[in-house]
């Protein structure tokens, strides 16, 4: 993910979720110039990981019901089962609590790096200028102001935001 994509993480409408383990289809493409077709079509449509192994890639292919080629490929159940954090590249085992956008690209966000983010517009929120060699004018822990705007998203209507310190 770039830096720009980063950013705009805060701004994007997520939800908590815990993903389960879900079925994939499963495949071996060998070593080639060619992708074999049935695998380039079923990518088009769902996020695929390939495993390099000898002599070629083992593919798995998020499947989440309808018709495949199974000339091609096999259900394997429980097969896909993790998600990686769009920011830092962790895994995210099944049924772990982590964050996900309600719309558009799909992004999925571990805890921790919801929580570094959260904390990042916390603390990055000033109301008016604000001089370097001035303090704040009030002392502010990194610990409470989050809680504050944790509570926010998780209590106040998403159309009033309400920032506040404590």
């Known amino acids: 993910m770039t830096g720009d994509e980063a950013n705009k993480i805060p701004k994007s409408e ?13 495949t ?12 380039e079509l079923a990518m088009r449509e769902h996020p695929a990981r390939w ?4 002599q070629g890639h083992r593919v798995m ?10 000339a091609t490929f096999y259900v394997e159940p429980e097969a ?9 590249g962790q895994q995210i085992p099944p049924m772990t609590l982590c964050h996900v956008t309600k ?11 919801y929580h570094k983010h959260i904390e ?13 060699s001035q303090p704040s004018p009030v002392p ?11 509570g926010y998203f998780r209590d106040a209507p998403p159309t009033l935001p309400v920032f506040r310190t404590v």
């Open 61 to 70: 292919i998020l499947y989440e019901g309808g018709e495949y080629d199974a």
């Open 80 to 88: 896909w089962d993790h998600e990686d954090c769009s920011v830092c």
């Open 140 to 150: 502010v822990s990194r610990f409470s102001f989050a809680i504050v705007i944790e």
């Open 14 to 26: 997520r939800m908590p979720s815990r993903i389960p383990s879900r079925k994939a289809l499963v």
């Open 51 to 54: 495993y390099p192994q000898p």
């Open 28 to 39: 071996f493409v060998p070593d080639g110039p060619v992708c074999p077709p049935a695998v």
């Open 120 to 132: 990042e517009i916390a603390l990055s929120f000033r109301v008016g200028p604000q001089k370097s």
């Open 103 to 113: 719309r558009g690209r799909y992004i999925a966000i571990c805890e921790n790096c």
